[in-house]
């Protein structure tokens, strides 16, 4: 079976799909949570130290360390999520619909936005940063900072097909 020469991906975005991309993003891809993380285990190092030395009002500076090395990570995750689900409705991505379409051939990628008039644009796939094949999606990054995300089963061929498409046009190395 011949390999094709264009991929046409009229992309249907949902809620999920959008929420598990923004996830991807910031937390796996970015690592967004780590000086949070770091910050916390500071404090409650320095709480447990407090605790050790047995003064007086070291149960209480303990006590506040703990709670603000605890609640830090809870609120800056909490208010993350809130933030993408409040993007998500903004976005009005339920019921699913069409934002834009990709279409990929030999020379490049071409974009069409769905959802407003604008130019469409034309990116060679030297100029493409990296792709992540997750569940169900493909993560498409064309820049440092912004992604097309390709849900599974809506490209004109196979998703496998599609990946192994974006290999040979990407590198393997950048296809993770």
Same mark, same amino acid.
């Given at each position: 079976?011949?390999?094709?020469?264009?991929?046409?991906?009229?992309?249907?975005?949902?809620?999920? $799909?959008?929420?598990?991309?923004?996830?991807?993003?910031?937390? =796996?891809?970015?690592?967004?949570?780590?000086?949070?993380?770091?910050?916390?285990?500071?404090? =409650?190092?320095?709480?447990? =130290?407090?605790?050790?030395?047995?003064?007086?009002?070291?149960?209480?500076?303990?006590?506040?360390?703990?709670?603000?090395?605890?609640?830090?990570?809870? +609120?800056?995750?909490?208010?993350?999520?809130?933030?993408?689900?409040?993007?998500?409705?903004?976005?009005?991505?339920?019921?699913?619909?069409? +934002?834009? $379409?990709?279409?990929?051939?030999?020379?490049?990628?071409?974009?069409?936005?769905?959802?407003?008039?604008?130019?469409?644009?034309?990116?060679?796939?030297? #100029?493409?940063?990296?792709?992540?094949?997750?569940?169900?999606?493909?993560?498409?990054?064309? $820049?440092?900072?912004?992604?097309?995300?390709?849900?599974?089963?809506?490209? #004109? +061929?196979?998703?496998?097909?599609?990946?192994?498409?974006?290999?040979?046009?990407?590198?393997?190395?950048?296809?993770?």
């Amino acid at each position: 079976m011949e390999a094709a020469k264009t991929i046409s991906i009229p992309v249907k975005l949902d809620e999920k $799909t959008f929420r598990r991309f923004a996830r991807f993003d910031m937390l =796996i891809l970015r690592k967004k949570w780590v000086r949070p993380a770091v910050f916390s285990a500071i404090l =409650i190092a320095f709480a447990i =130290i407090a605790l050790l030395t047995r003064k007086e009002q070291s149960g209480m500076i303990a006590a506040v360390l703990l709670a603000v090395g605890i609640g830090l990570p809870l +609120v800056y995750i909490g208010t993350f999520l809130s933030q993408v689900n409040m993007h998500a409705v903004r976005a009005g991505l339920k019921p699913a619909r069409t +934002v834009y $379409t990709l279409t990929l051939g030999e020379a490049g990628i071409h974009i069409e936005n769905n959802q407003k008039k604008e130019a469409s644009q034309d990116l060679s796939w030297s #100029s493409a940063c990296q792709a992540f094949r997750k569940k169900n999606c493909i993560y498409l990054y064309v $820049t440092p900072q912004k992604a097309f995300l390709l849900p599974g089963g809506q490209a #004109s +061929v196979p998703d496998e097909e599609l990946w192994d498409f974006m290999k040979k046009h990407l590198g393997a190395e950048k296809c993770r």
